[in-house]
T-cell receptor
Framework: KQEVTQIPAALSVPEGENLVLNCSFTDSAIYNLQWFRQDPGKGLTSLLL?????REQTSGRLNASLDKSSGRSTLYIAASQPGDSATYLC??????????FGPGTRLSVLP | GAVVSQHPSWVICKSGTSVKIECRSL??????MFWYRQFPKQSLMLMAT?????????EQGVEKDKFLINHASLTLSTLTVTSAHPEDSSFYIC????????????FGPGTRLTVT
């Protein structure tokens, strides 16, 4: 059974810092991995999708990497801003084509 | 494109009553829809997968008689929480997979259910 963990559970940083969020999964036979953002009481916003054959994806200040063999992904946020404050969820899609979500990292960027 | 809506966005009901949540794909046909539940400060847990025109597949531990799922058309799935209890209070999120896609999922904005 696929299990997804995320470290740290919570993170508070001053504005402008670069930061890294970590995601680990137990079964490397994944179809893809996706990073989402969730604001309090809201739905999910897709940030980056990495197919199993890819190593990384970039969008603006965000960069996500995938090391399938070691079961790890990182989300790098450059030059963080207060508007980046949210919960970041890592989700792995297995070949059953269902998402398994991690518990999330709650990020606070202080002005 | 690829917008998924949910209605209502929030609902309060009394213990023992039933409440229906709708999930609609607005600009695409969805052969598969997924229902997730999220408790406060926890992650999303898949409850069930529904395919248009067939019975939903429930995850282990989810009571199918309590959480009734109907996927009657290619753009609409409904989740009915029957005989709701306070412990059913949660954030329910649906997602929809477009017809012909093997992996895409687009998420709705969620429905906050509070059972008093």
């Amino acid at each position: 059974k696929q299990e997804v963990t995320q470290i740290p559970a919570a993170l508070s940083v001053p504005e402008g810092e670069n930061l890294v969020l970590n995601c680990s999964f137990t079964d490397s036979a994944i179809y893809n991995l996706q990073w989402f953002r969730q604001d309090p009481g809201k739905g999910l916003t897709s940030l980056l999708l990495i197919q199993s054959s890819q190593r990384e994806q970039t969008s603006g200040r965000l960069n996500a990497s995938l090391d399938k063999s070691s079961g790890r992904s990182t989300l790098y946020i450059a030059a963080s801003q207060p508007g980046d404050s949210a919960t970041y969820l890592c989700a792995v899609m297995n070949y059953g084509q269902n998402f398994v979500f991690g518990p999330g990292t709650r990020l606070s960027v202080l002005p | 494109g690829a917008v998924v809506s949910q209605h209502p966005s929030w609902v309060i009901c009394k213990s023992g009553t039933s409440v229906k949540i709708e999930c609609r794909s607005l600009d695409f046909q969805a052969t598969t829809m997924f229902w997730y539940r999220q408790f406060p400060k926890q992650s999303l847990m898949l409850m069930a997968t529904s395919n248009e025109g067939s019975k939903a597949t429930y995850e282990q531990g989810v009571e199918k008689d309590k959480f009734l799922i109907n996927h009657a058309s290619l753009t609409l799935s409904t989740l009915t929480v029957t005989s709701a209890h306070p412990e059913d209070s949660s954030f329910y999120i649906c997602s929809a997979r477009p017809r012909g896609s093997s992996y895409e999922q687009y998420f709705g904005p969620g429905t906050r259910l509070t059972v008093t």
